[in-house]
């Protein structure tokens, strides 16, 4: 692992050498490279993610959510391509306005969610720096397909007639951000929404297992609900048909989309936007729907069936058996 | 791939997806991870670096110079360690506050430095966003190792009894960094420095298979000089003797540091702590020493013999023959 931060080496070895967890690979953070090998493992799957300062925290946050955020932003994408993490590096670019005790707290939010959340995967390498700006970190994870499938869970693999599934709830992380932006009130029972979703939710790991097993394709729910989804039918090249109304929420959430009969699609519509959800939207044939459904709620996880898969391309909405046109916004990025 | 940057999920399909060279696994850049298969390999030597701006590089650099460093200080660790990449990951966080248009800019650098630096070293996946600061890229290259070394030359490797070597020349980058700085001027011949020097130099690719056949320890003089012989001393638990006046310098910094005799010492020392390098800096058996140089030379990398690895600790410093006192600063982070 390298070091810019000036007079600051021992920064690795007392923070975030602890978070090898004895991994040989990592060579206890005293060289410049990890070395990982492979005799063992068909491939990796690897996926990167950041957070930024302002960008997907507040300065204000404890900075260890920064750090368990960011666990939670890949772990979610490998948990979607139905694989385990092995292997983590860490990129950390901190703000020289920002105390280096802090840097303990975040060393072990990211510690505490690799070990608890990520079944013990190890630091393996990395590199801290020191910025004039926010704080900006990066986190690579390596990851190995679940059971026997030797290759992820694409977004390309979605066939006509698969069943569309979401596992949890979709949307608190929307009102919990809007609360925390001052934008809504937490008033009217929405503060569990913020209680719940101010972290990321994840599944448990377990989860990969069941959609490397019965998946056919998959994405974690990021950008937005119709955003992902439209990134599945575009990937997949069919068409990708769901019923708002069954969109699964929390019990809040639902009684917020419900308080006002007029406003209750176009609030379906902004939780379906509005991302940050971490939760598996997948297609899989009928017969591996019901054996996933079945498995997945064994794990105390529930699903949600949300429509089909059809012969044609793009997005299809309806809500209460009536059409619905797209919105103008469907999540981040698209 | 992953994209967070509102309105832009182009950018990612026309500014990096070329630079995967068409290599499947990173299905062209169109999901949330990239499959490495592992079959042909033993295992992958991965190191991470980032640059930032106004910690690596100045706001009014053109932005492909940026990603070229960042390419160059990653490659450099690999070089040194006997290892080639074969694959890349990219985590951008891009200020809002610049241009969008110099992304493409960027892009082509950094292909560039991959295609003709890296040997086609396709970029297999990432992450970009945007921050209301600095600019921050974090590069993981993921490398095998050259020919039938099975494990990369470490910096705790050194035996007693071997040469120290570096190739290339010192100090060219900190005097560069100085003149850029407004802290020397360019005169007396070292603008040759500065063009030299602004982008890190880096060996062939081809001599990562001689340090693979020939080093028992590696490391590359990013910290500068004095500190990265240090490391290796340490790591490797024995006492580095090294000879000030063998420092490899080129012309210019020559003559700046004879230029006043009464100066000559303290500014080697200054060029031997300055950072930058990137140039091997490694130990091997006196045959193996030999042998390397041999090679290195045929390959148009000159090589110097810096001293030698005996019993005892640290880093003990000599200069025409008399021992010199280690600075108080002996390179970054040190």
Redesign the interface.
Known sequence: M????????NLIQSLFAPLTLGHPAS?GL??????????A??????????V?????FLASDPIDWAARRLVRRNVS??I??G?HPRAA???L?WPKARPRGEMADFAAGLGEDLKHVCGNCPL????T??????L?A?L?LL?EMAGTRT??V???GAQVGDRVLVTGAIGDAWIALQIRLGHMSASDGLEACLKRATLPQHPPMALADLIAQYANAS??V?DGLLADATHLAT?SGAALHLNLDHIPLSPEAQKWCDADPDQSLPRRLLLATGGDDYQPLLTLSPTHAQAFCAASQALGVPVTDLGSVAVGKGLHLRHHDHAVPLPARLG???
Chains 1, 2 share one sequence.
């Open positions: 390298s070091d810019d931060t000036p007079n600051e080496t060579f005293h060289d410049d490279v990890a070395f990982l090998p492979t005799a493992t068909a491939g990796f799957v690897i996926t990167q993610d950041q930024i300062e302002g960008t997907h994408d490998l979607a391509k694989a590096f860490l990129s670019a393996l390498g990395g590199d720096s020191t910025t004039n700006g926010p900006v990066s690579t990851g290759s992820p694409l977004r390309s994405i974690d990021s990937q981040w990025g698209i």
